[in-house]
């Protein structure tokens, strides 16, 4: 069965940099895109980023962008992103999610912070 699993989230002051992940399985993951969403309390989730399946195109939120990269390593079935220049509003949950045949995914959620 399809599974993503979400790591590397945490407490992180104004202006710093984490690095998320997102290893995959149960599916052919160099076949398919992946999705970075993330969903604050209160608010609907919303895309941060996307990236083909072979990284070809890669497209943020005006609200990341020149500020996260998103990633993937086909041999190690992961996704990652890459967060630079932290800011208090990108404290949500953030979540992977692959859209596989007729069904879309999600990982479990991954907390980021950012406050001083």
């Known amino acids: 069965q399809v599974q993503l699993v979400e790591s590397g989230g945490g407490l992180v002051q104004p202006g710093g940099s984490l690095r998320l992940s997102c290893a995959a399985s149960g599916f052919t993951f160099k076949m398919y895109a992946m999705s970075w969403y993330r969903q604050a309390p209160g608010k609907e989730r919303e895309l941060v980023a996307f990236?083909?399946?072979?990284?070809?195109?890669?497209n943020y939120a005006d609200s990341v962008k020149g500020r996260f990269t998103i990633s993937r390593d086909n041999a190690k079935n992961t996704v990652y992103l890459q967060m630079n220049s932290l800011k208090p509003e990108d404290t949500s949950v953030y979540y992977c999610k692959v859209d596989y045949r007729t069904t879309t995914y999600w990982g479990q959620g991954t907390q980021v912070t950012v406050s001083s």
């Open positions: 990236i083909s399946s072979g990284s070809a195109t890669r």
